[in-house]
């Protein structure tokens, strides 16, 4: 987002995120993307493990308009008094309001979701909406795809409303109440692959949801696997059970069964299948949920 509203000429003059976190394996110190990208470019950059100790700076600034996306923690009245605080939520709103609203819209099997523009408020992702934007989702979407559609509405469409908002002429619109549903924060039990328990489409919609960022979870013959992509399979294999043939991978499922396509050893580099598994003495036997 940030490249964006540079790159639309739009005036950055700080950078507001959160702290540097560990990440990886190893858990290095390692700064948010915009954080990382701030530096980049030079632009003047804050990092308070609280939001409100940035309160002066942002005072200081002057701004007419603030833009925010995924910031990770809801904002405080001193803060959301200085100027309009413009979010770029990738969802219908209030379908989806949260922390994970496009996972879930693909979790859920949804054949649409969005892109909202709307004034932030103390309660969370319920301000009036500035401008919403459809976004089709069909079996080929995963979350890379969704996102990067998101920006490419998104970022205009944020451009406009700073511009409203510092022409004084931001309009926007109360948010609906019904239909609202909670994208809640994404947890292991939300990675997990259940064969015995999961249909084809559930099991398809949630390994397309994490890709390319965490991934779904299956057990092998009791080693756990990153299943990253899977497509459905016409073939009858029962449920936790595995088949070979030739070059695929089928896993039986409540319903039916689905090929899988790429998988990820714990530590090492995903694989097609058709590698992986010429890489194996013995072919896995069966499936389940991991533990």
């Not at 002057?62 to 200085?82: F, K, M, N, T, V």
């Not at 609202?180 to 292991?188: D, F, G, M």
Request: glycine share 8%; aromatic share 2%; proline share 9%.
């Amino acid at each position: 987002m940030l490249r964006g509203l540079l790159a639309a000429g739009v005036e950055v003059p700080l950078v507001l995120s959160q702290p540097d976190r560990p990440a990886g394996r190893k858990r290095i110190l390692t700064p948010p993307p915009v954080a990382a990208l701030a530096t980049e470019l030079g632009l003047p950059l804050l990092q308070p493990e609280r939001a409100i100790d940035a309160l002066d700076a942002l005072r200081a600034a002057e701004p007419r308009s603030i833009a925010i996306c995924a910031y990770g923690q809801l904002l405080p009245a001193e803060l959301l008094d200085i100027c309009p605080w413009l979010n770029l939520h990738p969802s219908l709103l209030p379908r989806w309001r949260g922390a994970a609203p496009i996972e879930r819209a693909l979790m859920a099997g949804d054949d649409g979701t969005g892109v909202a523009i709307m004034e932030t408020v103390l309660a969370l992702d319920e301000g009036p909406v500035v401008s919403c934007d459809p976004i089709p989702l069909d079996a080929a979407c995963d979350t890379a795809a969704v996102e990067a559609e998101a920006l490419r509405l998104g970022v205009p469409a944020l451009v406009r409303a700073i511009v409203a908002a510092a022409e004084g002429s931001l309009a926007s619109v109360p948010q609906a109440t019904e239909g609202a549903t909670y994208a809640e924060k994404l947890s292991r039990d939300d990675r997990l692959i259940d064969p015995a328990g999961h249909g084809a489409a559930v099991s398809l919609d949630r390994i397309r949801a994490l890709r390319p960022h965490i991934g779904a979870l299956l057990a092998l013959d009791d080693e756990t696997f990153t299943i990253w992509r899977a497509d459905l399979a016409a073939d009858a294999v029962a449920p936790g059970a595995v088949a070979v043939v030739g070059e695929r991978l089928l896993i039986g499922l409540a319903d039916g069964a689905i090929d899988i396509t790429e998988l990820q050893t714990a530590g090492k580099r995903p694989l097609a299948t058709a590698d992986w598994l010429r890489g194996r003495r013995t072919p896995p036997t069966r499936a389940a949920r991991p533990a």
